[in-house]
């Protein structure tokens, strides 16, 4: 790096995963990351120096009221403001550019420009390292998608435990099961395993068409029901994300179909993945795996079905990350952590999707995932 | 607002908060929002439209891929940028100016003015209303507000259960009760009111003098335990914070009267809530009643004691939001929602800060809070 720029990012590193990754320190507040000709540093309130000297993994720990004493002496005497204290901090360093990431806060860079520092927003990924998986970073993401594999068993167990009502209405201990009540199942043993999860999707039916409807309401006997578990890890940060769809009892012909052309689809494309291989191009396969077998994609009445959204994404301290599996996926490297889930939409017969986590190693990748892909439960 | 200007917030709801509050949509995914003499808007991608419909509290939901394709046929059929269609949208509506909040992403805002749009970022908090809760907010922080109460009595409760062993640490059903076991009952117990929460302070004897410090470990009779628990709402987002310390068996004098001094600072405090008084004000106060006490305010060996943060803090979709009670407070209003929660920290003695939030309403405030605050349990 020049001896004069710098790479920065200001933020809070439990919204921001760059500044976690840079940092390796976890806050809910915002703090200021920067990389110099000199060393990584972090500059933090008093607050929360002992705490970033402990836990962050950077060069140096610099005091915020340190930075803001010679600010308010430049000042002569003056209060000081969070962008006056950076921009003293960067004087300090004879820093005159700085990298920032894509959405670093607009109010704080013109401040910064108005004071004389170049600062020019990078493409993301800002760091494209990020994309390749240490050793120790791997684990992590093992550990977060072996607990998400066990949740995922948990709610299938819920759903083939039942048995349907006179009205085909799912029942469990004589309750009617609900999407509902299989989250509230899987978000208490996630918790037990140490990791935490928002919305999440147990779409049945119908709901399971609109990939962004997480799902409401009873199960019925007969209908597909999507199951998209992706939690956090609370300490380490590391995303699990996985996808299987079941149908409780008789699955229709339709349903079987969809299933079977997406298991083909999901198969072929690990089957393409292997350092190399094009993210773009296996997303066309998979394509061609849905149009050989009769599926077609297209609008109808303003609504999408078949197969509308990408192939796979990274998977890391984001859900989704580079690279994608997708029109727009590059060539895949080595050490990259992906998801492959391709699915099929359509109203009337339901949702079906499949997705496992795979890691890219130097001759193919290894399935994080081991659970059975079967539709009737 | 004039014709030509617009307010613009381009970012994802689960995160930025004013953008769930403008447009009542809750997305992990970066979505649009705008608000011009035409009225508001949000725009989606074709995945979003149709829950964007239903949810939503805007004037107008916009379709992404119309507008992409409006931009993409004054590019001659080139593909386009999300910034492009960013543009597009506001050509579209005449706009030549955009207000946008101080954390703006910066590379959508410097393509933006190379497109010859006025971008301002204007300071914080870039909704004023936000601080006045509506009736319907109030009835979501009082529910948020009553889980955590419950959440707070079972911490308590599992200290109280425990029985020192011959080492001093606390036992539980004979096992060593710690910070970790008080924090998974805690989010276990929240998670079934439907509320989550990330890291949160069970933070026992010297590690409670350092405020940021989360706790961990074995808790011992006759040492402080702050409690500070601050989950979230799932579903509509606003947060709860309440803060009590207790002593298992019998406090030391000191501890005694750190906590009398507290209480006292707390409730002189919320006496003095009402709208017309001034957040700085009472602050000050609290640091009189410390300082008549005879517990001052240092720094010692690089690490504060005494009393070194805010009084309080507004609460709403964000943990922590304007209005201050502390140097920086303005004056309070009725409708906006507070926290009270002064704390004294001397290690050796251990932290004490007792927390709770309070509505201020025509001649006073309410109180959200009815738990106990009692040292020994």
Same mark, same amino acid.
């Given at each position: *790096?020049?001896?004069?720029?710098?790479?920065?990012?200001?933020?809070?590193?439990?919204?921001?995963?760059?500044?976690?990754?840079?940092?390796?320190?976890?806050?809910?507040?915002?703090?200021?990351?920067?990389?110099?000709?000199?060393?990584?540093?972090? *500059?933090?309130?008093?607050?929360?120096?002992?705490?970033?000297?402990?836990?962050?993994?950077?060069?140096?720990?610099?005091? !915020?009221?340190?930075?803001?004493?010679?600010?308010?002496?430049?000042?002569?005497?003056?209060?000081?403001?969070?962008?006056?204290?950076?921009?003293?901090?960067?004087?300090?360093? /004879?820093?005159?550019?700085?990298?920032?990431?894509?959405?670093?806060?607009?109010?704080?860079?013109?401040?910064?420009?108005?004071?004389?520092? +170049?600062?020019?927003?990078?493409? /993301?990924?800002?760091?494209?390292?990020?994309?390749?998986?240490? %050793?120790?970073?791997?684990?992590?993401?093992?550990?977060?998608?072996? =607990?998400?594999?066990?949740? *995922? =068993?948990? %709610?299938?167990?819920?759903?083939?435990?039942?048995?349907?009502?006179?009205?085909?209405?799912?029942?469990?201990?004589?309750?009617? !099961?609900?999407?509902?009540?299989?989250?509230?199942?899987?978000?208490?043993?996630?918790?037990?395993?140490?990791?935490?999860?928002?919305?999440?999707?147990?779409?049945?039916? #119908?709901?399971?068409? #609109?990939?962004?409807?997480?799902?409401?309401?009873?199960?019925? %006997?007969?209908?597909?029901?999507?199951?998209?578990?992706?939690?956090?890890? *609370?300490?380490?940060?590391?995303?699990?994300?996985?996808?299987?769809?079941?149908?409780?009892?008789?699955?229709?012909?339709?349903?079987?179909?969809?299933?079977?052309?997406?298991?083909?689809?999901? +198969?072929?494309?690990?089957?393409?993945?292997?350092?190399?291989?094009?993210?773009?191009?296996?997303?066309?396969?998979?394509?061609?795996?849905?149009?050989?077998?009769?599926?077609?994609?297209?609008?109808?009445?303003?609504?999408?079905?078949?197969?509308?959204?990408?192939?796979?994404?990274?998977?890391?301290?984001?859900?989704?990350?580079?690279?994608?599996?997708?029109?727009?996926?590059?060539?895949?490297?080595?050490?990259?952590?992906?998801?492959?889930?391709?699915?099929?939409?359509?109203?009337?017969?339901?949702?079906?999707?499949?997705?496992?986590?795979?890691?890219?190693? =130097? /001759?193919?990748?290894?399935?994080? /995932?081991?659970?059975?892909?079967?539709?009737?439960?």
């Amino acid at each position: *790096m020049h001896e004069k720029t710098a790479e920065l990012i200001i933020d809070d590193s439990e919204r921001e995963s760059d500044l976690l990754w840079a940092s390796g320190f976890l806050a809910g507040d915002q703090f200021t990351w920067l990389r110099d000709s000199k060393g990584s540093a972090i *500059m933090l309130t008093d607050l929360e120096l002992g705490r970033g000297e402990k836990e962050s993994r950077v060069d140096e720990v610099i005091s !915020l009221s340190a930075v803001e004493k010679s600010a308010k002496e430049v000042k002569g005497g003056e209060p000081c403001s969070f962008e006056e204290i950076v921009l003293q901090l960067l004087r300090s360093r /004879n820093i005159e550019r700085v990298e920032v990431p894509s959405r670093f806060p607009l109010m704080i860079a013109d401040f910064l420009r108005s004071g004389g520092i +170049e600062v020019v927003a990078r493409e /993301n990924p800002f760091f494209s390292d990020r994309r390749i998986k240490r %050793a120790d970073e791997i684990r992590c993401l093992e550990e977060s998608q072996a =607990a998400t594999e066990e949740a *995922m =068993a948990l %709610a299938i167990r819920l759903i083939s435990n039942s048995e349907p009502g006179q009205d085909g209405v799912l029942q469990l201990d004589g309750e009617p !099961l609900t999407s509902e009540l299989i989250k509230y199942s899987v978000r208490s043993f996630l918790l037990s395993k140490g990791l935490q999860i928002g919305e999440f999707i147990i779409a049945p039916g #119908d709901q399971g068409c #609109d990939p962004h409807d997480v799902g409401s309401g009873p199960i019925r %006997a007969g209908e597909t029901v999507i199951c998209d578990i992706y939690p956090q890890h *609370m300490t380490h940060r590391f995303w699990g994300d996985m996808t299987r769809t079941v149908v409780k009892g008789q699955a229709t012909e339709d349903q079987k179909k969809i299933h079977a052309a997406v298991l083909e689809a999901q +198969e072929t494309a690990i089957s393409l993945i292997k350092p190399g291989a094009c993210g773009q191009e296996i997303h066309r396969r998979v394509q061609q795996v849905f149009e050989g077998a009769g599926f077609s994609t297209q609008q109808r009445d303003g609504t999408w079905e078949g197969f509308f959204h990408g192939t796979g994404h990274g998977l890391g301290l984001d859900i989704h990350e580079p690279p994608r599996i997708s029109p727009v996926g590059p060539q895949l490297e080595e050490g990259m952590v992906v998801t492959v889930e391709p699915g099929l939409y359509y109203p009337g017969i339901g949702g079906c999707r499949i997705e496992d986590v795979v890691l890219v190693t =130097a /001759n193919g990748c290894r399935n994080f /995932n081991k659970a059975p892909k079967g539709l009737e439960v």
